[in-house]
């Protein structure tokens, strides 16, 4: 991975609507952009080569957006207050996705950040969430096997 020196506005808001829409047409991203159709095709051409926008389309490799830190964060939550803990962490724009779970804990989330203070800031944005009981927070080291579909595909596609 090479990490893009810097992003501007353009390069944000070109990765914004890929994430919004994944199967967006070069034509689409210039005319919502306002820039010619070379200057969107050598820009995405420049993000994945970069590696900060995965072949997919969708998924964006954080360390190249100078977020270096994931942690998985479970949450003990009261639960008349279940609902009102989603729509708190729906607001944190560190929170990458929130899950239900059973077991230890009742919300399991994956949570971002360019460093420790950041993450810290955004833990403690997550207890200041009315109906949070307590969290237990782990970070990630290091990223083997990003989010992946293709194998499950493959075995589906093999089973027919």
């Known amino acids: ?93 560190q929170v990458l996705e929130v899950h239900e779970i059973s077991g230890r804990g009742d919300v399991w989330c994956r949570v971002t950040a360019k460093d420790t203070h950041h993450l810290q800031s955004a833990l403690r944005s997550i207890l200041r969430i009315k109906g949070v009981i307590r969290t237990e927070t782990v970070l990630a080291l290091h990223e083997h096997i990003p989010y992946r579909t293709e194998p499950l595909l493959r075995t589906l596609a093999d089973e027919q």
């Open 1 to 93: 991975m090479h990490v893009v020196s810097k992003l501007d506005l353009v390069d944000i808001r070109l990765l914004l609507e890929l994430v919004r829409d994944p199967r967006a047409q070069i034509g689409e991203l210039s005319e919502h952009l306002g820039v010619a159709r070379n200057t969107a095709q050598s820009r995405i051409r420049r993000l994945l080569r970069s590696g900060t926008l995965r072949s997919s389309g969708r998924e964006l490799d954080l360390e190249a957006l100078n977020y270096d830190v994931a942690a998985f964060v479970t949450i003990e939550v009261s639960h008349r207050e279940l609902d009102g803990v989603i729509s708190g962490l729906r607001r944190l724009h």
